[in-house]
């Protein structure tokens, strides 16, 4: 039990800290460049990626958000929100959780605003929480990377992939991502 509560300790600790953390990448040219890879990688898993990304106001790319618990868990990472190809402004996320939970995974995240409403309310909230300020629809692909007509109409689409960990929890709910400057 005392093991388990050190650890558990250590965790919050560690990411308590990578969330203080101003800028956790060296620069923005180097989180622009893993943005960039992450974009690609995302394309060779589904050719509806490509597609829907041609068509959305915007895109959210987190390149590694790192997600840990012992019982109690966390998740940060740090991305950048794209229009029209060019990067706007930079964003955390962070969200944490309680339940029987046990391991560390680095997943990447990548979120679509298929429409100007959407992200509109996205750029102009505080802290947007998905799930409260924003239903984001979780693309999963099917057979040959394609993804179904339902999640391809919503508002909001999002992505997770690379997942290589012992966490297999694939949601954005709870996450709050905030605007931050680099």
């Avoid at 995302?42 to 987190?62: C, D, E, I």
């Avoid at 012992?70 to 990472?77: A, L």
């Avoid at 229009?83 to 979120?111: A, M, P």
């Avoid at 679509?112 to 505080?126: I, K, P, V």
């Amino acid at each position: 039990m005392y093991t388990k509560t050190l650890l558990t300790g250590l965790l919050c600790l560690l990411l308590t800290a990578c969330a203080s953390t101003k800028n956790h990448f060296a620069s923005k040219t180097e989180l622009d460049s893993d943005v960039t890879a992450t974009i690609e990688e995302l394309y060779q898993h589904s050719s509806s990626a490509r597609t829907l990304a041609r068509k959305a106001s915007a895109m959210l790319v987190f390149p590694a958000v790192v997600k840990g618990g012992v019982v109690v868990g966390g998740e940060y990472g740090e991305g950048a929100l794209l229009i029209n190809d060019r990067t706007q402004d930079y964003y955390n996320i962070v969200g944490g959780s309680f339940g029987w939970q046990l391991g560390l995974q680095v997943k990447k995240q990548v979120i679509l605003f298929m429409n100007d409403e959407a992200l509109n309310r996205f750029r102009t909230s505080s802290g947007w929480e998905a799930g409260v300020d924003g239903s984001v629809a979780i693309a999963n692909l099917g057979v040959g990377g394609e993804i179904s007509t339902e999640t391809a109409q919503k508002p909001i689409i999002g992505f997770i992939f690379s997942n290589k960990g012992l966490m297999y929890n694939l949601t954005f709910e709870g996450s709050k991502i905030t605007r931050v400057e680099m």
